[in-house]
């Protein structure tokens, strides 16, 4: 199973930035996934996650900013990240969530400053 992301990048307080994460390797449309972010000296948190039928849930601090998506037929999950703030300064990973375990992509870096 391999995840790549990509998208990450500088971007300015107030502006918004598309993050993907594309898979191989599994049936994609019969996992959920999970989007985590680790910022620096932090631990690595579950920001949100999209059932396989798409119904995504969020944590209250991106909730309203941020918007998880994903296409079957690509194999690809997105985040959708907008009124980005100092503090979402992180490096944010997909995760395909099966059971008892992840699989994880090496993550990508989003820095919000101006």
């Known amino acids: 199973v391999q995840l790549v992301e990509s998208g990450g990048g500088l971007v300015q307080p107030g502006g918004s930035l598309n993050v993907s994460c594309a898979v191989s390797?599994?049936?994609?449309?019969?996992?959920?996934m999970g989007w985590y972010r680790q910022a620096p000296g932090k631990q690595r948190n579950l920001i949100g996650s999209?059932?396989?039928?798409?119904?995504?849930t969020y944590i209250d601090v991106v909730k309203g900013r941020f918007t998880i998506s994903r296409d079957n037929s690509k194999a690809t999950v997105y985040l959708h990240m907008n009124n980005l703030k100092p503090e979402d300064t992180a490096v944010y990973y997909c995760?395909?969530?099966?059971?008892?375990?992840?699989?994880w992509g090496r993550g990508t870096l989003v820095t919000v400053s101006s």
């Open positions: 999209i059932t396989s039928t798409g119904l995504a």
């Open positions: 995760a395909l969530m099966d059971v008892g375990t992840n699989y």
């Open positions: 390797g599994i049936i994609f449309s019969l996992y959920p």
